[in-house]
């Protein structure tokens, strides 16, 4: 197990952003990727930080953009 992995999505109409910190709450937060607002992308981007066997830890902006896509992680099983 390598640890964890703080993700953080900042969600829009058409593009989601997203941050990354790695080894703990201490890691350093950088801008990963700006992605397209589509469901396949977020699953693949999860499912390929989630392949080094880190423990996820998932967090969005808390608006109509955000739920929308909380619910599809939780029903991903992310």
């Known amino acids: 197990m390598q640890g964890s992995t703080f993700i953080g999505l900042d969600v829009h109409k058409a593009t989601i952003s997203v941050a990354l910190a790695q080894g703990g709450r201490g890691g350093e937060v950088r801008h990963l990727r700006t992605l397209a607002h589509r ?6 981007l ?12 998932i967090c969005y902006v808390a ?7 909380h619910r599809q992680l939780v029903r991903d099983g992310a």
């Open 46 to 57: 999860v499912d390929k930080l989630a392949a080094g066997g880190a423990r996820l830890h």
């Open 63 to 69: 608006d109509p953009c955000g739920y929308g896509r």
């Open 39 to 44: 469901s396949d992308h977020v699953r693949k």
